[in-house]
Structure formats: C-alpha cells, structure tokens
C-alpha cells in the first residue's frame, strides 16, 4: 500500500484523490495547505484522516510514501525537490515545472535517492489516446493535423474585475500555455514526436499570461496546428489527416470516441470505455513505478520533450 500526501487544495487535487480511491494500491490519507484551517477543511470535505499546515513536518513522517503535488505550477519544483530530498515519491500536477532543466534536476535528485518521480499528464495515461495512435496507420502518410484544448476558466471573471488569481500568474507559470496548452502538445509528443519547426502567438490579457494561443509545428513532411484557451470556449474535435483518410477524435485530454474516414467513403466509428475519472490511468502507473514493476525513462522523456516545446512556444511568442 503507497500511503500518500497532498500538496494544494484545488479543483485537479480533489479529482486526484477521487481518482486515488479507484487503485487498490493507493491510500491517500493526509491533506496539506500552508493554512491549517483550509488544510483542515479540505481533508474532510475528502475524507481523508489527516491535515497538515507544516511541510516539512509532514515529509519526515514516515507514516507517508509518497506525495501527489497539486499546487501552483511555479513552486512545483521546491515542493518536489523536498520531498525527494525527505525519500518521497513523487507524482506532480501538469505541467511537472516551467522548464525542461528543472525537471533533469528532479529525474537526477529522484535518481540518486531512489524514489519514483512522475508527471500527472492524464492523456498520455488514457487507453482512448493510445487507440487513437493505433489508428494512424489506417491514415497512410500523415500530413496535417489539429489539437486543441478550450474551455474558459471561471476565474477569467476575476482577471477582468483586476483581481490576481493563481492560475492567471505569470509570477507562478499560470497562463493558458501551462494550464491547457501542455495537454495538446503532450499529446502531439505522444503520437508524432518532437517536431522540428515552431511558430506561436499568443493573446495577452491582463496581469501579463496569455489567455490563448496558437502554435503551428512543422516535421518532415507534415505539420500540425495546436489551440489552446482560457478565455474562450469550443468544442471541436481534433483532427489528424493522412493521405488515405481522416482520423477525429473528442477531447484531447481524455479522448472518449473517434471517427475513421478512408478516401474510399468507408467510415468506422470507434467508442474508447474508461472511467468517468481518466485520472485514474495516471494512479496505477504511479503505483506500478512506485512498486518497479517498470522503468520511467520513457515517461521522463516525454515529459522532457513536452518542456522543450513549451520554451519554444514561449520564445516564438
């Protein structure tokens, strides 16, 4: 059983946990916040048996395995470098940190204390993203395709009545890039690799994040457009294109059903099962490192590739 800790009190951390009850192998027990009373509350709105406000109180307790982070991205990485440094294992919230130097430093400090390290990108995870990459090579040579992620936070009220909020704070990695816009290009790490070319803009809104961008992404014969928002709202699917057909698929962070159109006129629709929670999938791999049933260099590696493209968007805006 990996006892376990979390760090913030979000929306994402309350999902985690949900998503925790559902792996045998996991027992989520303490809720930490730097205010007790919050910490407090948190946990019995979870039902967790134990708050805590001291961090460092709560990663000398040997009574905890391992510690989810689910805090503002821009104190990720001091939050992961202490709980490593205190033995802990670590699972932390998308994006893991801002860049991709700060996570070599977590993958070598997990290293050399021997404790598993893993980023929450929930897509990569989702058996319904790895159908949509079996698919492709009903698409013969791939040629273009489009992912996006956008959905308008509430907080964005917030940002234009002046107040500052969290996920809006360039101060603390906040922005649509870090918070939406990492799910597309994990995805498109997943299932096209690095690409070779980037191109970004992005729409600045006011505190100085970006509320929305685009990001056009060339590779050797094929690019593919990514569109990611928090001011803004749709629904689209996302598309990917190959010169024998057309591959659509919903929700690019839990992909739940898909289409196959061949040029011939054939069409197949595809239905992805999985729980409601596809958090879930992270969990039992966390558990399956934890327990080294498995190897992270893979995962590491992606989550790498995924950092370096983000500077990149953030240089080519």
Known sequence: MIRMATIGTSTITGRFIAAAAEVPAVRVATAYSRDADRAARFAAEMGLTGSASDLDQLLSDPAIDAVYIGSPNGIHADQAHAAIAAGKHVLVEKPAVPTEAEFGGLIAAASDVGVTLLEAMRNCYDPGMQAVAALLPELGVLRRASLAYCQRSARYDKVLAGERV??????????????????????????????????????????GADGAGAVLAGYDGFVVDLSYSKITASDRANEIQGESGTLTFEHVAEPRSATLTLLDGTVTEYTFDGPANNMVHEVRRFAELVAGADDPTPDHARTLATLRIVERIRAAM
């Open 166 to 207: 969290n996920i809006f704070d360039p101060a603390l990695a906040g922005g649509a890039l870090y918070d939406l816009g990492v799910y597309p290009v994990a995805a498109m790490v997943q299932l096209f690799g690095e690409p070779q070319q980037i191109h970004a803009a992005a729409v600045p809104i006011a505190g």
